[in-house]
């Protein structure tokens, strides 16, 4: 009973800066994690960035020190501030919340995915 929107993506020049924003829509759920995901073409979908509710945060390797992930609990979005931006952060960007679900029809702590925004860096 999670529905995730993403935007921001776009095209952008090496050394330049994107904000990508997710929010969270729906009833009757409270979420714990929420983070952005990656996939660049003929590669595995990896962690970039993620931050649980109480404000710890973890990056990849890759991102750290250029991108800055941040979260408005009471509007359920989450924030990538992305800024020096690399050829190699070209890839599609998946908003990932993780969430507890209490409906009639569902209980339970539940995964959700959005569909992607494409990052493309030029060099």
């Known amino acids: 009973q999670v529905q995730l929107v993403e935007s921001g993506g776009g095209l952008v020049q090496a050394g330049g800066s994107l904000r990508l924003s997710c929010a969270a829509s729906g009833s009757m759920f409270s979420i714990n994690t929420m983070g952005w995901y990656r996939q660049a073409p003929g590669k595995q979908r990896d962690l970039a960035a993620v931050?649980?509710?109480?404000?710890?945060?973890n990056y990849a390797d890759s991102v750290k020190g250029r991108f800055t992930i941040s979260r408005d609990n009471a509007k359920n979005t989450v924030y990538l501030q992305m800024n020096s931006l690399k050829p190699e952060d070209t890839a599609v960007y998946y908003c990932y919340c993780n969430a507890n679900i209490n409906t009639a029809l569902r209980r339970g702590t539940y995964n959700y995915w959005g569909q992607g925004t494409q990052v493309t860096v030029s060099s």
């Open positions: 931050i649980i509710s109480g404000g710890s945060t």
